[in-house]
């Protein structure tokens, strides 16, 4: 059996036992998991408006993820994506109306992605240097980051950025013909292209670089990293400011893209539903597209089939949840009939 | 012997997944008797203590304790069969008093016995003959003196058995001998002394009897009676031949196992010409727990080795890492070759001939789960020729390993196989075809062949007098002085922090390093 097939395989078996592990959850909550899981598959894939949402969701998850596989193949523990992913969208939301009747539409576009990209960064540098620096734990230090920004989010959406034209706090609206260009015709927008051209590129920066290779060391063996002469401190920094720029502009292009503006409270949390994906993936760029887009599925079905079947929504993370689980089983399980086969 | 064993191993059998790590062994520990088992890594010495301190089971094969077959389910009902163990490196706590050491892990729930641990403690400091301070730190006592303490524990609930596993590879020859007066002691009491060690004039100093083993077998024992009738040079011979089958085939091996190689003649190097190194009033600042350089200077010449004796944690990591670059010296100068380096990098050194190949292959020198071509590249990632603006030529990185791997005969399945996987021999090849280039000018080697087989030994001493041979000049840092002895020309020793007495490697060289180990002459 090739190394593909049996990755394949592995990678299979845990989706069957998640899926029918989510059936007898599904039962208990009183619904038909074969009428619940054609309607989410009918739903987020096999109809055309699904379809459409399914992929132009794929843009800020795929910009995440994009963004996590740099920080963990560093063994960075980013977990503060959400806050700099949504204080980068309102910084767009504000900057995009702003400017574009001053200098037009591309160069706001891009002024914004770029925007984006620096405040998720900069939003990063607070940890990134206490943990370079002082070797103060990145788990705690972005977590606490990320509320703050989820908070300072929300007061400047309710402050200097609101919309005086509104009575619910919001940013004022990009405009939809200022938007990312439509691709085809349909409501997918080319930030979804963008975003997977990134996680491309990520992928073969990690692989195929001097850059990604010293990283990965740093990652997996920061006291051989020191051995070997790295200099640890400046590659903390930039793994901090690249996982946390894509981040942000993973928050820029779904502005840009799908809302134009953001409403207070607005936040939806991709950061959290990105990470168990990566981990899924181990950090592989090309096999994340894949596990995104599934979830994706998930998302848009999952969303649909709670209106319509009183499922709640939360139960696609229980399905994830159950995936982790079981991939962890099967790797352990393969792990141990190799080890036997050895002997 | 008309004594009856204490305690038995009969047809004992231990797998581990891919190897036999014991093969239906049987012996016997009498009281009165010190037992040395003696082989090398891999043999099967460390997987039989498990067996018998309660920390495996055995697959197959039973233990007999005063003749009663028992099962040793964990390290505390082999305590209260009366074996204890002290193993190769101390479990105590440094920040504690020798007695609240002794206390800790009595019962569960009860009172400290203050009184009745300082009783007890008495008690076996007289069988033991040592005069320790209960109420000293012991953090503060010599190495040598923290094993006393653990001997304490491990003969507290009765003087029974007590196996030591390598009690000698931390010691100074001084630390050694008080060790041998402390077994002779207890052999007196009765009790069953287990060595185990891989050194073979310690087996035959203070072992009554010798059995070997070999890849998970007994493979032969020398009693009482047949030792006694052997001098030493004897007895070696025999061991080897148990442990080789023939000597013949194995002459290097064995050589290095008797520490009869040979010796490097001091005098022969030409230090009219500058110094290639040059090192001046190095110091550092230490963290907890570590141990920092004091005014540290040596001049170093092309073709020439320096040795660094001394007991391990007495400076010798914090010399290697600020000559490598890896840490920076608080104060005093580095000159390689004439140019100042104390404020460069590691990779500016490396590009200037300087290497050094860590003890730590695994926790440092190495990341486990990368392939043995990225480990092979690992200290000039992005280089020219290996990578093209940035962009790994894994091609050629590849093809540079497989080069690597012949040249260093490096026994790995693949260029690509973790490196993790290696065995320890295998890993440290990796090391030193990774630092030993045509570019290597000056080399620093830590602790070298710890933890390597004969064979690998052997391998790694060839390629340093073949470096040294070649002109490259050579930092030597050691625990064994056998292997200073056979390679430097030049011996310094490091005691706490500092380099005392740098000395030429002639005739009765042994006894002045003892001297220094122990600060003695300092």
């Known amino acids: 059996m090739s190394r593909v097939a049996a990755g394949v395989l592995r990678t299979l078996i845990p989706i069957a036992l998640a899926l029918g592990a989510g059936a007898l959850v599904l039962l208990a909550l009183g619904a038909d998991p074969i009428d619940y899981y054609a309607f989410v598959l009918r739903r987020g894939l096999l109809t055309w408006s699904g379809l459409q949402e399914t992929i132009t969701k794929l843009a800020p998850l795929l910009l995440i993820s994009a963004g996590l596989i740099v920080a963990f193949r560093a063994g960075i523990w980013n977990l503060g994506v959400d806050g700099q992913f949504l204080l980068a969208a309102v910084v767009t939301a504000a900057l995009g109306p702003a400017l574009v009747g001053a200098i037009g539409r591309y160069p706001t576009l891009i002024v914004c992605a770029l925007a984006g990209a620096a405040v998720g960064a900069a939003w990063s540098l607070l940890p990134a240097i206490l943990k370079a620096r002082y070797g103060l734990n990145e788990i705690i230090t972005t977590l606490m980051m990320s509320f703050l920004g989820t908070s300072l989010a ?190 | 012997m008309g004594k009856a064993p204490v305690l038995s191993l009969r047809g004992v059998t231990k797998r581990f997944p891919g190897v036999i790590a014991n093969d239906n062994i049987s012996l016997d520990f009498r009281a009165g008797e010190i037992h040395v088992l003696l082989g090398e890594n891999g043999a099967g010495k460390s997987t039989l203590i498990g067996v018998l301190a309660g920390m495996q089971q055995p697959d197959a094969g039973e233990i007999l304790s005063h003749g009663r077959a028992v099962r040793i389910g964990s390290p505390r009902e082999s305590l209260g069969l009366g074996i204890g163990t002290v193993f190769q490196h101390v479990l105590l706590v440094p920040s504690l008093t020798v007695l609240e050491n002794l206390m800790l892990g009595r019962g569960r729930a009860s009172r400290l016995d203050r009184a009745g641990t300082l009783r007890r403690f008495h008690d076996l400091s007289q069988a033991l003959a040592v005069s320790l301070d209960p109420e000293a730190k012991l953090g503060a006592l010599s190495l040598g003196q923290q094993q006393q303490v653990e001997i304490m524990r491990a003969l507290w609930r009765g003087e029974g058995v007590l196996i030591l596993d390598e009690p000698t590879s931390m010691l100074t020859p001084q630390g050694v001998r008080e060790l041998g007066e402390v077994m002779r002691r207890l052999r007196g009491q009765g009790v069953a002394v287990i060595f185990i060690t891989h050194k073979l004039r310690e087996a035959y100093e203070f072992g009554d009897r010798i059995s070997v083993l070999r890849l998970g077998r007994l493979v032969g024992q020398l009693g009482p009676e047949r030792l006694s009738a052997m001098n030493q040079e004897q007895a070696t011979d025999e061991v080897i031949r148990l442990m080789f089958g023939s000597p013949s085939g194995h002459q290097g091996e064995a050589e290095t196992l008797a520490g009869r190689g040979i010796r490097r003649r001091a005098g022969i190097i030409d230090r009219s010409g500058e110094a290639i190194l040059r090192a001046r009033d190095l110091s550092t600042v230490a963290e907890t727990g570590e141990c920092p350089l004091r005014e540290v200077g040596f001049d170093l010449w092309p073709g020439e080795v320096l040795g660094i004796a001394g007991v391990d944690g007495n ?179 490091m005691f706490q922090g500092r380099l005392a007495g740098i000395i030429d490697n002639r005739e009765g060289v042994e006894q002045r390093i003892g001297l220094l180990m122990t600060g003695a002459a300092a």
């Open chain 1, 154 to 343: 929300n007061v400047l959406i309710k402050l200097p950025f609101k919309d005086p034209a509104t009575t619910v706090p919001q940013t004022e609206t990009l405009l939809v013909p200022d938007r990312l260009p439509r691709l085809f015709d349909s409501t997918i927008h080319a930030g979804v292209v963008l975003a997977v051209i990134v996680i491309l590129l990520v992928h073969l920066l990690m692989t195929r670089t001097a850059f990604g290779l010293r990283l990965q060391v740093v990652g997996a063996n920061p006291r051989a990293a020191v051995h070997a002469g790295l200099n640890v401190g400046r590659l903390t920094i930039a793994t901090f400011a690249l996982s946390a720029g894509l981040a942000g502009l993973g928050g820029a292009v779904e502005i840009l893209g799908v809302w134009g503006t953001v409403r207070a409270d607005w936040n939806p949390k991709f950061g959290l539903l990105a990470i168990p994906l990566v981990f899924l993936a181990r950090f592989n760029g090309i096999a994340v597209i894949g596990f995104v887009f599934f979830f994706a599925v998930l998302l848009i079905g999952g969303e649909s089939a709670s209106r319509r079947m009183g499922v709640p929504t939360f139960f696609i993370l229980v399905l994830v949840g159950l995936l982790l689980v079981f991939l962890a089983l099967v790797e352990y399980l393969d792990h141990r009939r190799r080890e036997r086969t050895k002997s």
């Open chain 2, 315 to 493: 400076g010798q990591k914090h010399l290697a890492e600020v000559l490598a670059g890896q840490r920076m010296a608080a104060q005093g100068s580095i000159r390689l070759g004439g140019v100042e380096i104390g404020g460069t990098d590691v990779g500016a050194r490396r590009r200037m001939g300087l290497r050094y190949i860590t003890d730590e292959r695994l926790g440092e020198g190495t990341v486990q789960p990368f392939s043995v071509a990225t480990n092979l590249v690992m200290k000039e990632i992005g280089v020219a020729g290996l990578w093209r603006h940035g962009v790994s030529l894994w091609g050629r990185i590849h093809g540079h390993a497989r080069e690597r791997i012949r040249e260093f005969d490096i026994r790995t399945p693949s260029e690509r196989t973790p490196v993790g996987r290696l065995s320890g021999g295998n890993i440290q090849k990796v090391l030193l075809a990774r630092e030993l280039g045509s570019a290597a000018r000056v080399v620093i080697f830590n602790k070298p062949t710890y933890g390597l087989d004969l064979q690998n030994t052997k391998l790694a001493r060839d390629r340093i007098r073949e470096g040294a041979d070649a002109g490259l000049a050579t930092v030597l840092i050691s625990t064994e002085l056998d292997e200073l002895i056979e390679l430097a020309d030049r011996i310094g020793v």
